[in-house]
């Protein structure tokens, strides 16, 4: 018996926040020392080559399997999906980590910002990709980044500059998910700025605190 839409439709929104949170698993074998990070970011960016060839297939070639029709919104229907763009800048922020300007320590959770935080700010509310989110969603969203980055940063730089790098990073991830960015009239998916914005809120308060 088919589902009702709304209720069709909250059962997408469940699984793709799962396959969203599923990338939470992506530095694990770095941080239990099975790999090295570059490895790690060599991963990635083979993922990036899979998915855009998987996106190729869907919006030129014209392959529509089940998987996209499942979970896939109506506006990424003739545009790349939101995994692909999760791929990207998951991938670019593991690179950007290999070289000096970053390191896994800022890396791990800013991508962790987008795998966990963005997945919870989605079930609080529902928003057009050209809407901003509620306050609470903000709060909320603003917790939960803070709390991924902390067991990564305090270590690494003392109590009080580690929360200020975490607090900067979550800010930078926190407002990338609440304010939608528009490029040339077309609203950009935060799977790809939140974790950009994490890292680079994280390197600027390094530069400041030392």
Same mark, same amino acid.
């Given at each position: 018996? @088919?589902?009702?839409?709304?209720?069709?439709?909250?059962?997408?929104?469940?699984?793709?926040? !799962?396959?969203?949170?599923? $990338?939470?698993?992506?530095?694990?074998?770095?941080?239990?020392?099975?790999?090295?990070?570059?490895?790690?970011?060599? !991963?990635?960016?083979?993922?990036?080559?899979?998915?855009?060839?998987?996106?190729? !297939?869907?919006?030129?070639? $014209? !392959? =529509?399997?089940?998987?996209?029709?499942?979970?896939?919104?109506?506006? #990424?229907? =003739?545009?790349?999906?939101?995994?692909?763009?999760?791929?990207?800048?998951?991938? /670019?922020? @593991?690179?950007?980590?290999?070289?000096?300007?970053?390191?896994?320590?800022?890396?791990?959770?800013?991508?962790?910002?987008?795998?966990?935080?963005?997945?919870?700010? $989605?079930?609080? /509310?529902?928003?057009?990709?050209? #809407?901003?989110?509620?306050?609470?969603?903000?709060?909320?969203?603003?917790?939960?980044?803070?709390?991924?980055?902390?067991?990564?940063?305090?270590?690494?730089?003392?109590?009080?500059?580690?929360? @200020?790098? @975490?607090?900067?990073?979550?800010?930078?991830?926190?407002?990338? =998910?609440?304010?939608?960015?528009?490029?040339? $009239?077309?609203?950009? =998916?935060?799977?790809?700025?939140?974790?950009?914005?994490?890292?680079?809120?994280?390197?600027?308060?390094?530069?400041?605190?030392?």
């Amino acid at each position: 018996m @088919a589902l009702p839409a709304a209720a069709w439709r909250e059962r997408v929104e469940f699984e793709r926040r !799962l396959v969203h949170a599923s $990338g939470t698993l992506y530095p694990v074998p770095y941080l239990l020392g099975w790999l090295s990070w570059r490895e790690t970011a060599a !991963l990635l960016v083979a993922s990036v080559v899979l998915v855009g060839t998987l996106e190729f !297939l869907r919006l030129v070639v $014209g !392959l =529509d399997h089940a998987v996209y029709r499942t979970l896939t919104r109506e506006y #990424e229907s =003739d545009s790349v999906g939101g995994y692909a763009l999760y791929q990207v800048s998951m991938a /670019g922020v @593991a690179l950007l980590a290999s070289t000096s300007i970053a390191s896994p320590t800022l890396a791990v959770p800013a991508m962790w910002m987008l795998s966990v935080g963005d997945p919870v700010s $989605g079930a609080l /509310g529902s928003n057009g990709p050209r #809407e901003p989110k509620r306050r609470l969603v903000w709060v909320v969203m603003f917790v939960v980044c803070v709390a991924v980055a902390v067991p990564f940063l305090v270590p690494a730089f003392g109590t009080a500059a580690g929360v @200020a790098v @975490a607090v900067a990073g979550a800010a930078a991830a926190t407002i990338a =998910d609440g304010i939608p960015t528009i490029v040339r $009239g077309i609203a950009v =998916d935060d799977n790809l700025t939140i974790p950009p914005a994490a890292i680079g809120g994280m390197i600027a308060a390094v530069a400041i605190v030392g």
